[in-house]
């Protein structure tokens, strides 16, 4: 009797349960609804979410990776334009500071966002140049698998 019992509750439980499809599906639909509602940081988390949960999931991985590439691109150019005004707006300050000290202080934040700005650049363009690779990369596997 005790041994029908588990059957039926490992039954249940098991019926109960998504299958492991249906939850990398949920989640990739949540991934491109945070990408699409501009929400970079919190798509780029949901992705490595999806990483760790379903590391077998290839397909879904590889349209994963299509995002994460996008929205580390977007969100780096947004920081890119911030760190634009502000590298401009200090360069203002510095140009009207009367002060010695204010003069050597907003040198150094200037050139602090001078280093961050020409960082991010290269970022956009390290990421520009492993969209191209992936994008080569999935053009030629095309061609070789044929489809049917």
Not at 7 to 32: H, N, S, V
Request: glycine share 4%; proline share 2%.
């Amino acid at each position: 009797m005790r041994k029908i019992a588990v059957i039926i509750l490992a039954a249940l439980m098991a019926a109960c349960t998504t299958p492991a499809g249906q939850g990398a599906d949920t989640l990739l639909r949540q991934i491109d609804s945070l990408y699409a509602a501009k929400a970079y940081q919190q798509t780029l988390d949901s992705i490595e979410s999806f990483r760790l949960r379903f590391p077998k999931n290839v397909e879904g991985r590889s349209h994963a990776l299509e995002v994460w590439q996008k929205a580390s691109l977007d969100m780096t150019r947004q920081q890119v334009g911030l760190t634009d005004s502000a590298l401009q707006a200090t360069g203002r300050q510095l140009e009207m500071a009367r002060s010695h000290y204010d003069r050597n202080m907003l040198s150094v934040k200037r050139d602090s966002l001078q280093a961050r700005y020409d960082v991010l650049c290269a970022q956009v363009r390290y990421i520009l140049m492993k969209q191209k690779e992936y994008a080569t990369k999935q053009h030629k596997n095309e061609k070789v698998t044929p489809r049917h």
